[in-house]
Nanobody, 118 residues
């Protein structure tokens, strides 16, 4: 499966953004999906994931209550609704997928840049 993230941009602190990740080549209905981010000068970190069933979701502590991951099998896409954004959320956001609910993430898309600044 090939993954392509988009929908990043410049947003003011406290604002919202919804990056999306479009999949091609295979249906993501059988894939667990995730979002990761990497800020300048920092290591990549986990943001959120959703299991193959599209129901069970997991979030990093910084994302709980502010971010929501969702999967639309009909559109073969994954979304990350982000609200109450902070300057420290500035990063390149990438999506990832795997064909099981555990283990390593096997498929990666390139990142989309989110900049939170006034």
């Amino acid at each position: 499966v090939q993954l392509q993230a988009s929908g990043g941009g410049l947003v003011q602190p406290g604002g919202s953004l919804r990056p999306s990740c479009a999949a091609s080549g295979r249906s993501i209905s059988d894939y667990a999906m995730a979002w990761f981010r990497q800020a300048p000068g920092k290591e990549r970190e986990f943001v959120a994931s959703i299991r193959r069933d599209g129901i069970n979701k997991f979030y990093a502590d910084f994302a709980k209550g502010r971010f929501t991951i969702s999967k639309d099998n009909a559109k073969n896409s994954v979304y990350l609704q982000m609200s109450s954004l902070r300057p420290e959320d500035t990063a390149a956001y990438s999506c990832a997928g795997r064909r099981r609910d555990g283990g390593s993430w096997d498929y990666w898309g390139q990142g989309t840049l989110v900049t939170v600044s006034s």
